[in-house]
């Protein structure tokens, strides 16, 4: 698969829990990594593999995947989690990065 | 702690060649994971260029392939990339990183090149 896709927007209220989204074939072999960037800012990993969180990544952030689609999950979104946030994963012959559009996350 | 600084020229002329260098501190080239280039056009979404394994095999974006080339210096733990017949839309921040076979682990800060005459 040569495509990773991502809405390019999503919102969610203080506190509430929101879900972004990565769709794609390579998701079938591949786990997806999650990245936050803050604007003008590099991407900082917050998910790889099944679900698994980077030392000093809050445990409101989770992952999962089903099928072809990988989600990545804000439960009691802050702030701070107001962001870009982009999934990528292996594509399907193992050798070459995919990165998804990205989604802009708005905190409310 | 892993840290990987990319330098280069910020402004390079249409048709010519675009080279930057990534810096990695905190760990050696040589122990392994593979050393990544990634992209960003302003306001655009991450674009990976291509990576190097240490023993120097290496793999491009088929999409930009026939202009790339990544090569890898263990003595001086650097890794470059050379981008060339440049044009406007090359104009990107350039960003390394360590990558393990599941993640990108670790990303350099980012450069901002600009092709402009």
């Known amino acids: 698969s040569s495509e990773l896709t991502q809405d390019p927007a999503v919102s969610v209220a203080l506190g509430q829990t929101v879900r972004i989204t990565c769709q794609g074939d390579?998701?079938?072999?591949?786990?997806a990594s999650w990245y936050r960037q803050n604007t003008g800012q590099a991407p900082v990993l917050v998910i790889f593999?099944?679900?698994n969180r980077p030392s000093g990544i809050p445990d409101r952030f989770s992952g999962s995947t089903s099928g072809d689609r990988a989600s990545l999950t804000i439960t009691g979104a802050q702030a701070e989690d107001e962001a870009d946030y982009y999934c990528?994963?292996?594509?399907?012959?193992?050798?070459?990065?995919?990165f998804g559009g990205g989604t802009k996350l708005t905190v409310l | 702690q892993v840290q990987l600084r990319e330098s280069g020229p910020g402004l390079v002329k249409p048709s010519e060649t675009l080279s930057l260098t990534c810096t990695v501190s905190?760990?050696?080239?040589?122990?392994?994971?593979?050393w990544e280039w990634i992209r960003q056009p302003p306001g655009k979404g991450l674009e990976w260029i291509g990576n190097?394994?240490?023993?120097?095999?290496?793999y491009y974006n088929p999409s930009l392939r026939s202009r790339v080339t990544i090569s890898v210096d263990t003595s001086k733990n650097q890794f470059s990339l050379n981008l060339r017949t440049v044009t406007a839309a090359d104009t990107a921040v350039y960003y390394c990183?360590?990558?393990?076979?599941?993640?990108?682990?670790?990303w350099g800060q980012g450069t901002l090149v600009t092709v402009s005459s």
């Open positions: 390579s998701l079938r072999s591949f786990y």
């Open positions: 990528n994963s292996r594509d399907t012959s193992g050798n070459h990065w995919l």
């Open positions: 990183a360590r990558a393990s076979y599941d993640t990108l682990t670790s």
């Open positions: 190097i394994f240490h023993s120097g095999t290496a």
């Open positions: 905190g760990f050696s080239i040589s122990s392994g994971y593979y």
């Open positions: 593999g099944k679900n």
